[in-house]
Protein backbone atom coordinates (compact mmCIF):
# COMPACT_ATOMS: atom_id res chain seq x y z
CA UNK A 1 0.00 0.00 0.00
CA UNK A 2 1.54 3.36 -0.97
CA UNK A 3 1.56 5.64 2.30
CA UNK A 4 0.70 8.73 -0.01
CA UNK A 5 -2.59 6.79 -1.04
CA UNK A 6 -3.74 5.59 2.16
CA UNK A 7 -6.45 7.19 3.91
CA UNK A 8 -6.32 7.78 7.75
CA UNK A 9 -10.58 7.68 8.34
CA UNK A 10 -12.89 6.49 11.60
CA UNK A 11 -16.03 3.97 10.31
CA UNK A 12 -18.47 3.46 12.74
CA UNK A 13 -16.35 5.85 15.51
CA UNK A 14 -13.19 3.61 15.13
CA UNK A 15 -9.92 4.18 13.38
CA UNK A 16 -9.11 2.92 10.16
CA UNK A 17 -6.97 3.16 6.83
CA UNK A 18 -8.76 2.87 3.47
CA UNK A 19 -7.07 2.80 -0.41
CA UNK A 20 -10.68 3.45 -1.44
CA UNK A 21 -11.08 7.43 -3.21
CA UNK A 22 -14.79 6.83 -2.79
CA UNK A 23 -17.38 5.42 -0.11
CA UNK A 24 -18.72 2.64 -2.59
CA UNK A 25 -15.26 1.54 -2.44
CA UNK A 26 -15.13 1.73 0.90
CA UNK A 27 -18.31 -0.57 1.04
CA UNK A 28 -16.51 -3.19 -1.30
CA UNK A 29 -13.55 -3.25 1.06
CA UNK A 30 -15.54 -3.76 4.18
CA UNK A 31 -16.93 -6.73 2.68
CA UNK A 32 -20.65 -4.40 2.80
CA UNK A 33 -21.61 -4.89 -1.09
CA UNK A 34 -24.17 -7.45 -0.55
CA UNK A 35 -25.79 -6.73 2.32
CA UNK A 36 -28.42 -3.83 3.79
CA UNK A 37 -26.54 -0.37 4.67
CA UNK A 38 -27.45 2.78 5.05
CA UNK A 39 -24.44 4.81 4.74
CA UNK A 40 -23.78 8.48 5.87
CA UNK A 41 -20.01 11.04 5.57
CA UNK A 42 -19.93 13.33 8.41
CA UNK A 43 -23.00 13.14 9.48
CA UNK A 44 -25.15 13.64 6.17
CA UNK A 45 -26.87 10.98 5.00
CA UNK A 46 -24.96 9.10 1.68
CA UNK A 47 -27.97 7.58 -0.20
CA UNK A 48 -27.04 4.43 -2.07
CA UNK A 49 -26.94 6.11 -5.58
CA UNK A 50 -24.77 8.90 -4.15
CA UNK A 51 -22.22 6.34 -3.14
CA UNK A 52 -19.85 6.30 -6.15
CA UNK A 53 -19.55 9.81 -6.68
CA UNK A 54 -18.85 10.35 -3.08
CA UNK A 55 -15.00 11.56 -2.44
CA UNK A 56 -13.11 9.75 0.92
CA UNK A 57 -10.67 12.35 2.31
CA UNK A 58 -8.39 11.94 5.35
CA UNK A 59 -10.36 12.43 8.47
CA UNK A 60 -13.56 11.56 7.00
CA UNK A 61 -16.03 10.15 9.75
CA UNK A 62 -18.42 7.64 7.90
CA UNK A 63 -21.49 5.42 9.50
CA UNK A 64 -22.28 2.27 7.96
CA UNK A 65 -25.46 1.01 9.70
CA UNK A 66 -27.53 -2.47 9.16
CA UNK A 67 -31.48 -2.95 10.35
CA UNK A 68 -31.76 -3.95 14.16
CA UNK A 69 -34.41 -4.58 16.84
CA UNK A 70 -36.10 -1.84 17.84
CA UNK A 71 -38.45 -0.08 19.97
CA UNK B 1 -68.73 -2.75 11.09
CA UNK B 2 -65.23 -1.78 9.85
CA UNK B 3 -63.07 -0.19 12.76
CA UNK B 4 -60.00 -0.20 10.94
CA UNK B 5 -56.98 2.13 12.25
CA UNK B 6 -56.02 4.85 9.46
CA UNK B 7 -52.66 5.85 9.79
CA UNK B 8 -50.70 7.89 7.30
CA UNK B 9 -51.53 5.69 3.53
CA UNK B 10 -52.14 2.22 5.63
CA UNK B 11 -55.33 1.07 7.41
CA UNK B 12 -54.44 -1.37 9.78
CA UNK B 13 -57.06 -4.17 11.73
CA UNK B 14 -54.75 -4.51 14.94
CA UNK B 15 -54.19 -1.98 16.77
CA UNK B 16 -51.35 -3.45 18.59
CA UNK B 17 -47.63 -2.27 17.74
CA UNK B 18 -44.80 -4.12 19.00
CA UNK B 19 -41.37 -3.32 19.13
CA UNK B 20 -38.71 -6.04 18.30
CA UNK B 21 -36.19 -5.45 20.87
CA UNK B 22 -35.03 -7.20 24.00
CA UNK B 23 -36.49 -10.82 23.22
CA UNK B 24 -34.90 -13.71 24.32
CA UNK B 25 -34.40 -15.19 21.01
CA UNK B 26 -35.13 -13.90 17.41
CA UNK B 27 -38.05 -16.65 16.71
CA UNK B 28 -39.53 -15.94 20.34
CA UNK B 29 -39.62 -12.25 18.98
CA UNK B 30 -41.37 -13.52 15.48
CA UNK B 31 -43.95 -15.84 17.42
CA UNK B 32 -45.21 -12.68 19.72
CA UNK B 33 -46.11 -10.57 16.67
CA UNK B 34 -47.44 -13.63 14.90
CA UNK B 35 -49.53 -14.67 17.42
CA UNK B 36 -50.52 -11.34 18.75
CA UNK B 37 -51.50 -10.58 15.41
CA UNK B 38 -49.86 -6.62 15.68
CA UNK B 39 -50.21 -4.39 13.19
CA UNK B 40 -46.81 -2.58 13.03
CA UNK B 41 -43.30 -3.64 14.43
CA UNK B 42 -40.86 -1.38 15.39
CA UNK B 43 -37.33 -1.36 14.30
CA UNK B 44 -33.73 0.67 14.09
CA UNK B 45 -30.35 1.44 12.42
CA UNK B 46 -27.19 0.29 14.41
CA UNK B 47 -23.49 -0.22 13.93
CA UNK B 48 -23.12 -4.25 13.68
CA UNK B 49 -20.30 -5.65 15.94
CA UNK B 50 -17.42 -6.93 13.97
CA UNK B 51 -18.60 -8.90 10.92
CA UNK B 52 -21.53 -10.85 12.26
CA UNK B 53 -24.15 -10.02 9.89
CA UNK B 54 -26.91 -10.06 12.17
CA UNK B 55 -28.99 -7.09 10.93
CA UNK B 56 -29.18 -9.38 7.49
CA UNK B 57 -30.63 -11.99 9.37
CA UNK B 58 -33.31 -9.78 11.57
CA UNK B 59 -34.56 -7.72 8.39
CA UNK B 60 -35.16 -11.49 6.80
CA UNK B 61 -36.85 -12.62 9.46
CA UNK B 62 -39.25 -9.40 9.64
CA UNK B 63 -39.84 -8.69 6.07
CA UNK B 64 -41.46 -12.33 6.15
CA UNK B 65 -43.90 -11.28 9.30
CA UNK B 66 -46.05 -9.35 6.68
CA UNK B 67 -46.59 -6.73 8.93
CA UNK B 68 -45.72 -3.08 8.70
CA UNK B 69 -42.49 -1.74 9.53
CA UNK B 70 -41.76 1.12 11.87
CA UNK B 71 -38.54 2.64 12.27
CA UNK B 72 -37.46 4.47 14.96
CA UNK B 73 -34.52 7.06 15.53
CA UNK B 74 -33.41 5.73 19.37
CA UNK B 75 -31.05 7.23 20.87
CA UNK B 76 -30.88 10.22 18.85
CA UNK B 77 -30.22 13.34 21.12
CA UNK B 78 -30.05 15.91 18.32
CA UNK B 79 -31.80 17.40 15.45
CA UNK B 80 -29.08 16.20 13.47
CA UNK B 81 -28.79 12.96 14.22
CA UNK B 82 -32.38 12.22 14.39
CA UNK B 83 -33.21 13.48 10.96
CA UNK B 84 -29.81 11.70 9.51
CA UNK B 85 -30.83 8.77 11.45
CA UNK B 86 -34.72 9.48 9.37
CA UNK B 87 -33.27 9.46 6.21
CA UNK B 88 -30.64 6.51 6.30
CA UNK B 89 -33.90 4.44 7.74
CA UNK B 90 -35.82 5.58 4.90
CA UNK B 91 -33.20 4.10 2.43
CA UNK B 92 -32.67 1.06 3.96
CA UNK B 93 -36.32 0.08 4.97
CA UNK B 94 -37.62 1.69 2.00
CA UNK B 95 -40.90 3.19 4.17
CA UNK B 96 -41.71 6.89 4.38
CA UNK B 97 -43.08 6.28 8.40
CA UNK B 98 -40.57 7.33 11.00
CA UNK B 99 -41.10 7.15 14.73
CA UNK B 100 -39.47 10.25 15.51
CA UNK B 101 -37.19 10.10 19.30
CA UNK B 102 -35.59 13.03 19.84
CA UNK B 103 -34.44 12.08 23.83
CA UNK B 104 -34.02 15.39 26.20
CA UNK B 105 -33.24 13.26 29.22
CA UNK B 106 -31.14 10.08 30.02
CA UNK B 107 -32.69 8.76 32.67
CA UNK B 108 -36.00 9.08 31.86
CA UNK B 109 -35.29 9.00 28.23
CA UNK B 110 -38.20 12.12 27.58
CA UNK B 111 -38.48 13.19 24.69
CA UNK B 112 -36.07 16.56 24.10
CA UNK B 113 -39.97 18.50 22.68
CA UNK B 114 -37.89 21.75 21.28
CA UNK B 115 -35.24 19.21 18.98
CA UNK B 116 -38.68 16.94 18.05
CA UNK B 117 -41.01 19.66 17.31
CA UNK B 118 -37.38 21.23 14.67
CA UNK B 119 -37.14 17.72 13.39
CA UNK B 120 -40.12 16.80 12.47
CA UNK B 121 -40.87 20.16 10.51
CA UNK B 122 -37.38 19.05 8.35
CA UNK B 123 -39.07 15.47 7.66
CA UNK B 124 -42.30 16.73 6.90
CA UNK B 125 -41.02 18.64 4.31
CA UNK B 126 -39.06 16.01 3.11
CA UNK B 127 -41.58 13.92 2.65
CA UNK B 128 -41.40 11.55 5.54
CA UNK B 129 -44.58 10.53 7.37
CA UNK B 130 -43.54 11.21 11.20
CA UNK B 131 -45.18 9.56 13.86
CA UNK B 132 -43.57 11.51 16.94
CA UNK B 133 -42.94 10.22 20.19
CA UNK B 134 -43.81 13.38 22.32
CA UNK B 135 -45.40 14.13 26.02
CA UNK B 136 -49.27 14.98 26.61
CA UNK B 137 -48.14 18.53 25.88
CA UNK B 138 -51.35 20.24 24.19
CA UNK B 139 -49.06 23.48 23.11
CA UNK B 140 -46.06 20.76 21.83
CA UNK B 141 -49.06 18.45 20.15
CA UNK B 142 -50.19 21.56 18.67
CA UNK B 143 -47.16 22.41 17.05
CA UNK B 144 -46.61 19.06 16.05
CA UNK B 145 -49.49 19.26 13.87
CA UNK B 146 -48.64 22.46 12.08
CA UNK B 147 -45.10 21.06 10.84
CA UNK B 148 -47.12 17.94 9.49
CA UNK B 149 -47.55 15.21 12.05
CA UNK B 150 -50.75 13.49 11.46
CA UNK B 151 -50.58 11.01 14.24
CA UNK B 152 -49.00 11.77 17.83
CA UNK B 153 -48.03 9.27 20.16
CA UNK B 154 -47.81 10.89 23.29
CA UNK B 155 -46.09 8.58 26.42
CA UNK B 156 -48.08 6.48 29.00
CA UNK B 157 -44.75 6.36 31.40
CA UNK B 158 -41.30 6.41 30.43
CA UNK B 159 -39.68 4.00 28.13
CA UNK B 160 -39.31 0.29 29.75
CA UNK B 161 -40.42 1.24 32.67
CA UNK B 162 -44.15 -0.23 32.94
CA UNK B 163 -45.47 2.29 35.22
CA UNK B 164 -48.57 2.49 32.73
CA UNK B 165 -50.30 5.57 32.49
CA UNK B 166 -48.84 8.37 34.59
CA UNK B 167 -50.95 11.15 34.03
CA UNK B 168 -54.37 10.23 32.61
CA UNK B 169 -55.66 13.29 33.24
CA UNK B 170 -53.54 15.04 30.33
CA UNK B 171 -53.90 12.10 28.46
CA UNK B 172 -57.98 12.46 28.71
CA UNK B 173 -57.13 15.88 27.82
CA UNK B 174 -55.00 15.53 24.58
CA UNK B 175 -58.07 12.81 23.79
CA UNK B 176 -60.86 15.56 24.03
CA UNK B 177 -58.60 18.48 22.44
CA UNK B 178 -57.83 16.43 19.12
CA UNK B 179 -60.65 14.33 18.54
CA UNK B 180 -60.00 13.74 14.81
CA UNK B 181 -56.16 12.90 15.15
CA UNK B 182 -54.91 9.25 15.52
CA UNK B 183 -53.51 9.33 19.36
CA UNK B 184 -50.93 5.95 20.53
CA UNK B 185 -50.02 5.50 23.44
CA UNK B 186 -46.09 4.93 22.91
CA UNK B 187 -44.00 3.57 25.90
CA UNK B 188 -44.11 2.98 29.68
CA UNK B 189 -47.17 0.34 29.65
CA UNK B 190 -46.65 -2.84 31.87
CA UNK B 191 -49.18 -4.91 31.96
CA UNK B 192 -52.60 -5.69 29.72
CA UNK B 193 -54.62 -3.47 31.82
CA UNK B 194 -52.76 -0.62 31.12
CA UNK B 195 -53.54 -0.76 27.32
CA UNK B 196 -57.30 -1.82 27.74
CA UNK B 197 -57.31 1.75 30.10
CA UNK B 198 -55.61 3.47 27.24
CA UNK B 199 -58.04 1.91 24.53
CA UNK B 200 -60.97 2.74 26.92
CA UNK B 201 -60.05 6.34 27.20
CA UNK B 202 -60.52 6.62 23.59
CA UNK B 203 -56.82 6.51 22.86
CA UNK B 204 -56.51 4.50 18.73
CA UNK B 205 -53.30 2.30 19.25
CA UNK B 206 -50.81 1.49 21.76
CA UNK B 207 -47.08 0.70 21.24
CA UNK B 208 -45.13 -0.89 23.46
CA UNK B 209 -41.78 -3.44 23.61
CA UNK B 210 -40.20 -4.40 27.30
CA UNK B 211 -43.42 -5.65 28.54
CA UNK B 212 -43.89 -8.39 25.91
CA UNK B 213 -40.05 -8.74 25.46
CA UNK B 214 -39.22 -9.01 29.04
CA UNK B 215 -42.07 -11.15 30.65
CA UNK B 216 -41.44 -15.02 31.45
CA UNK B 217 -43.43 -15.66 28.33
CA UNK B 218 -43.22 -13.06 25.98
CA UNK B 219 -45.97 -14.67 23.48
CA UNK B 220 -48.57 -15.41 26.14
CA UNK B 221 -47.95 -11.30 26.83
CA UNK B 222 -47.65 -10.31 23.58
CA UNK B 223 -51.54 -12.22 23.03
CA UNK B 224 -52.74 -10.76 26.53
CA UNK B 225 -51.62 -7.47 25.30
CA UNK B 226 -53.86 -8.39 21.61
CA UNK B 227 -56.81 -9.44 24.32
CA UNK B 228 -56.53 -6.08 26.14
CA UNK B 229 -56.42 -3.61 23.37
CA UNK B 230 -59.39 -5.46 21.45
CA UNK B 231 -61.25 -5.14 24.98
CA UNK B 232 -60.41 -1.92 25.75
CA UNK B 233 -61.39 -0.84 22.07
CA UNK B 234 -65.02 -2.09 22.25
CA UNK B 235 -65.86 -0.77 25.67
CA UNK B 236 -64.67 2.69 24.02
CA UNK B 237 -66.84 1.95 20.94
CA UNK B 238 -70.00 0.69 23.30
CA UNK B 239 -69.85 3.67 25.28
CA UNK B 240 -69.61 2.87 29.18
CA UNK B 241 -71.31 3.69 31.85
CA UNK B 242 -70.76 6.37 33.58
CA UNK B 243 -69.72 5.64 37.43
CA UNK B 244 -72.21 6.62 40.13
CA UNK B 245 -71.06 7.20 44.46
CA UNK B 246 -74.18 4.71 45.66
CA UNK B 247 -75.37 1.69 44.89
CA UNK B 248 -77.92 0.84 42.89
CA UNK B 249 -79.68 -2.68 42.31
CA UNK B 250 -79.18 -4.38 39.23
CA UNK B 251 -81.54 -7.49 40.03
CA UNK B 252 -85.18 -5.77 40.06
CA UNK B 253 -86.97 -4.49 43.11
CA UNK B 254 -90.53 -5.02 41.71
CA UNK B 255 -92.04 -8.47 42.89
CA UNK B 256 -89.25 -8.58 45.78
CA UNK B 257 -90.25 -11.27 47.95
CA UNK B 258 -90.01 -10.54 51.92
CA UNK B 259 -90.35 -7.35 51.34
CA UNK B 260 -92.66 -4.55 52.91
CA UNK B 261 -96.09 -5.72 51.86
CA UNK B 262 -95.58 -8.77 53.08
CA UNK B 263 -97.66 -9.81 56.58
CA UNK B 264 -94.42 -9.60 58.87
CA UNK B 265 -94.10 -6.06 57.87
Known sequence: MRPDLKKRIKVNGNFQETMSDTL??????????????ATAKNQEFVRYADRDSTKIADGDEIEILVPMQGG | MSDALKLYDAELSS??????????????????????????VTVSLRREAGNSRAGQSFWSLVKGLNTHVLPNTAGCHSVKEAVTTAQMARD???TNWIKLEVIGNQDTLQPDVFGLCEAAEILCRDGFDVFPYTTEDLSVAEKLLRCGCK???????????????????????????FPDVPLIIDAGLGVPSHAA????????????????????????????????????????????????DMAFPSTPVIGQPFGKDSFGA
Do not use: C
Not at chain 2, 18 to 36: F, R, V
Not at chain 2, 160 to 167: E, V
Open chain 2, 92 to 94: VFE
Open chain 2, 151 to 177: ILMPWGAPIGSGRGLNNTFGLRSMRAH
Open chain 2, 197 to 244: AAMEMGYDAVLLNTAVAKAGDPVAMAQGFALAVEAGRLSYLADAMEPR
Open chain 1, 24 to 37: SGLVIELDYADTII
Open chain 2, 15 to 40: RLMLGTSLYPSPAIMADAILKSKAGV
